[in-house]
């Protein structure tokens, strides 16, 4: 079946532009999460939506990421003001949003701001 | 502070060599227990887990691991290496009924062929 699904594969931007980020989970999932991985570095939570709850925002770095989940399915994490430091792989995962869940990951976006 | 620890930055290893990656974790408590490899240029894919029950969990393509409560660990292990698995490997680590996995920075290893 078809998995979870992210675009685009590369971004390259300019410092202080604005880019969004596309995630379509695997149908069926309830739940999605964002994280962010810098170079040689662990996964960083972001931000996390559970069907119609509030997401859970946390992980937000600063006010200039957000992120949106329409209908239940495709979300969108937007970061605004592009800094140098938000260069890194952005990825989304799925899951079925049970307990205990195992979550399923996109190919994710590498971003690059110069 | 919450936090998975992988000993291990680069490991490696000549093809036929056994295998052991390491994974500590600071939770007290219940917790799920994942291993997740990001082959090159592919995704992260889920190697295995543990939820409960026994403690030695076997994955896909050969790998096992084992979680030792009193040791606050769950070590990867595979007795014989292929080149292929060639990766990065992250332990992942959330405590029940919390979403949110807490990544260790992960390990490259790199098998000769």
């Known amino acids: 079946g078809a998995g979870v699904s992210q675009s685009p594969s590369n971004k390259v931007t300019e410092k202080g532009k604005d880019v969004e980020l596309r995630c379509d989970p695997i149908?069926?999932?309830?739940?999605l999460y964002w994280y962010r991985q810098r170079l040689g570095q662990g996964l960083e939570f972001l931000i996390y939506?559970?069907?119609?709850?509030?997401?859970?925002k946390s992980g937000l770095p600063s006010d200039r990421f957000s992120a949106e989940r329409t209908g239940g399915s495709v979300s969108t994490l937007t970061i605004q003001r592009t800094q140098q430091e938000d260069s890194a792989v952005y990825l989304c995962a799925s899951s079925l949003g049970i307990d205990p869940d195992t979550q399923y990951f996109g190919p994710g976006t590498r971003l690059t701001v110069l | 502070a919450q936090s998975v620890s992988q000993h291990n930055h680069h490991v490696i290893l000549s093809e036929a060599a056994s295998l052991e990656l390491g994974c500590n974790y600071s939770y007290g408590g219940t917790v799920n227990l994942f291993w997740y490899v990001q082959y090159p240029g592919q995704h992260l894919q889920l190697l295995l887990k543990y939820f409960s029950g026994d403690p030695l969990v076997k994955g896909i393509k050969g790998f096992e691991a084992e979680f030792i409560k009193s040791k606050f660990s769950f070590n990867l292990r595979k007795p014989s290496v292929q080149w292929s698995d060639t990766a990065e490997y992250f332990c992942?680590?959330?405590?029940?009924?919390?979403?949110?996995?807490?990544w260790g920075a992960g390990t490259k290893l790199i098998i000769k062929p």
């Open positions: 939506f559970q069907g119609n709850s509030a997401p859970d």
């Open positions: 992942a680590v959330n405590k029940k009924s919390n979403y949110q996995l807490i």
């Open positions: 149908s069926g999932h309830t739940a």
